[in-house]
Nanobody, 127 residues
C-alpha cells in the first residue's frame, strides 16, 4: 500500500523549532520529488518547500526561506522539514506530497503536480 505519513507537529511558542517527518512506504522513494504544503484555517493551501528526486535540489517559499530547511534520507524513505524561528502565521496543517520523477523545472510549488498526499500534521505556534 502506497502511503505518506507525516509526524512531528505540535504546539510551540513563537521563536521555537519543530521538525516534521514524512515517511513513505510502498513506492520507490528515491524516484519521487516531495513537497511540503500547508493550510491555515480559512485560507488556501500554500506551498512551503520541496526537494526533487535528483539531484536533491531544494526550493522554498519566500515566507519560509531562511527559517525552514527541507532534506531527505532515501535509505529511510523519509523527508524532513526543519522549522526554526517559528511565527504565529506558520500555524497550519502541514501536508507532505509526492510526485514521481517530477523535475524542478516544472514548478515544484504547484500542488496539482503531486498525486500522493499524506493526512497532515497540525502545527500551532503561540505568540
Amino acid at each position: 500500500q502506497v502511503q505518506l505519513v507525516e509526524s512531528g507537529g505540535g504546539l510551540v511558542q513563537a521563536g521555537g523549532s519543530l521538525r516534521l517527518s514524512c515517511a513513505a512506504s510502498g513506492l520507490t522513494f528515491s524516484t519521487y520529488t516531495v513537497g511540503w504544503f500547508r493550510q491555515a484555517p480559512g485560507k488556501e493551501r500554500e506551498f512551503a518547500a520541496a526537494i526533487d528526486w535528483s539531484p536533491g535540489s531544494t526550493t522554498s517559499a519566500d515566507s519560509v526561506k531562511g527559517r525552514f530547511t527541507i532534506s531527505r534520507d532515501n535509505a529511510k524513505s523519509t523527508v524532513y522539514l526543519q522549522m526554526n524561528n517559528l511565527k504565529p502565521e506558520d500555524t497550519a496543517v502541514y501536508y507532505c506530497a509526492a510526485a514521481r520523477l517530477l523535475r524542478r523545472g516544472y514548478g515544484l510549488g504547484n500542488a496539482a503536480l503531486y498525486d500522493l498526499w499524506g493526512q497532515g500534521t497540525q502545527v500551532t505556534v503561540s505568540s
